[in-house]
T-cell receptor, first 116, second 111 residues
């Protein structure tokens, strides 16, 4: 139980285009979903927290107009990287916390974004 | 405020040897503590968690960790390393439903 999927697992796009990454909780309802970014050989950096039906809360230094987050349902959150640049290339990981759970987060498998 | 320190960004052990990955934390409220493992180009997999029950927590793949409040530590151990244990390990604190990650420790296992 408590499986989180991400799609796509890998994406290559050209500079200036937008890319959408989906995060789904497959067998549970997620009250809160989180988006992280991970640079090579580094830890995860929280980008934003999203609750179903409300606006995402972004961490300091994360551009909300560049990284659009939508959490339309209890099982789906999307991250759209708008007008992507090569420096946006990274590994993006989402996680979801269980409604009423003991603060454990379940992580997706990650999405490798490469901007050329 | 909370923080997590993992001592040693790289740890190398021989196959069959004891694995010890160190984690110290600080938190203003009683924390929940987790260890996650990450294999290359994959997400994070939960190894074990401490949620204020037993202080010695057993996880998957033979790993265990002991919560020591007096030392503010939550070190991860495994009696005998296997080649498949080579990965990145993250100690994570959750206080107030916000996760704080340690910097990670890359475990290398030599044959």
């Amino acid at each position: 139980g408590a499986v989180v999927s991400q799609h796509p697992s890998r994406v290559i796009c050209k500079s200036g285009t937008s890319v959408k990454i989906e995060c789904r909780s497959l067998d549970f309802q997620a009250t809160t979903m989180f988006w992280y970014r991970q640079f090579p050989k580094q830890s995860l950096m929280l980008m934003a927290t999203s609750n179903e039906g409300s606006k995402a809360t972004y961490e300091q230094g994360v551009e909300k107009d560049k990284f659009l987050i939508n959490h339309a349902s209890l099982t789906l959150s999307t991250l759209t990287v708008t007008s992507a640049h090569p420096e946006d290339s990274s590994f993006y990981i989402c996680s979801a916390s269980l409604r009423g759970g003991t603060y454990e987060q379940y992580f997706g498998p990650g999405t490798r974004l490469t901007v050329t | 405020a909370q923080s997590v320190t993992q001592l040693g960004s790289h740890v190398s052990v021989s196959e069959g040897a004891l694995v010890l990955l160190r984690c110290n934390y600080s938190s203003s409220v009683p924390p929940y503590l987790f260890w996650y493992v990450q294999y290359p180009n994959q997400g994070l997999q939960l190894l074990l968690k401490y949620t204020s029950a037993a202080t010695l927590v057993k996880g998957i793949n033979g790993f265990e960790a002991e919560f020591k409040k007096s030392e503010t530590s939550f070190h991860l151990t495994k009696p005998s390393a296997h080649m498949s244990d080579a990965a990145e390990y993250f100690c994570v604190v959750n206080a107030g439903n916000m996760l704080t990650f340690g910097g990670g420790t890359r475990l290398m296992v030599k044959p």
